[in-house]
């Protein structure tokens, strides 16, 4: 599997990525990912404005339930709960990396 450089500047938390965007990247419809937005397992960045706009970190997270999707075919009521679930494994992941590089030196 090779990974386009376009998609590691898209993954960088200072990047932001469009509702379009984010539906081309994951697979995922713009329903489906509104219906994410609406039950507020995804949070955009600017929820006041017309045009969704969503931090590059979500990405993984959203290109993940896709395939969770595709692969189990997962229910959309799942969506919400599976998507809250693995960015709670995304940010205890990263805490358990920055403690285990603390350890090492």
Excluded: Y
Excluded at 8 to 19: A, N, Q, S
Excluded at 23 to 48: F, H, I, R
Aim: net charge negative; glycine share 4%; proline share 3%.
């Amino acid at each position: 599997m090779s990974i386009d450089f376009t998609e590691l500047v898209w993954l960088d938390h200072h990047h932001e990525v469009t509702l379009d965007e984010l539906a081309e990247l994951s697979g995922l419809s713009e329903v489906e990912l509104q219906q994410l937005v609406d039950s507020g397992a995804l949070m955009p960045t600017n929820p006041d404005e017309a045009s969704l706009n969503f931090s590059g970190h979500c990405v993984i997270s959203i290109r993940t339930l896709s395939r969770l999707k595709q692969d189990f075919e997962l229910e959309p009521n799942a969506f919400a709960l599976t998507l809250v679930f693995l960015e709670r494994i995304r940010v205890l992941e990263l805490k358990l990396q920055a403690l285990n590089v603390g350890n090492a030196k």
